[in-house]
């Protein structure tokens, strides 16, 4: 839609396809991810729902780059992003120097292929496993 006409609204001026807990898919990918400094750190390209459970398994966050070329794609289990009204994005307990030693990938691969590759993104980020 365009910026002319925002769509149709619930009463309280949020789009359908936003409530005060709910939001859409549209409208998570292209959201800002910063560090807890404020330092902008990429944004969510998309994430992973698990297919069983129907939860979020993981924001994949696209990062560095320039024009598409040298981008790199990496996935943050959900549970490590809070959502920041103030800034309009999500924050996490990462900064760019760690980002660059994470699990990540380009577009060219296809690392869900191996089953440890999930595991391997929650040790990093050193926290459970969601499964």
């Given amino acids: 839609m365009s910026d002319a006409h925002p769509g149709p609204t619930h009463q309280r001026g949020l789009p359908i396809n936003e409530t005060e807990r709910l939001i859409g898919s549209d409208k998570v990918e292209g959201t800002s991810v910063y560090d807890r400094q404020g330092n902008s750190l990429g944004s969510v390209y998309n994430f992973m729902v698990d297919k069983v459970t129907g939860k ?4 994949v966050m696209s990062f560095g780059g320039f024009l598409g070329m040298g981008e790199r794609y990496h996935p943050i289990p959900w ?30 691969e296809t690392p869900w292929k191996d089953p440890d590759y999930g595991r391997s993104v929650y040790d990093f980020y050193r926290i459970p496993f969601y499964m």
């Fill in 56 to 59: 979020v398994a993981y924001a």
């Fill in 79 to 108: 549970k490590k992003l809070d959502y920041d009204t103030r800034m309009g994005g999500y924050v996490v307990d990462t900064t760019k120097e760690e980002l660059e030693h994470a699990p990540s990938y380009t577009a060219a």
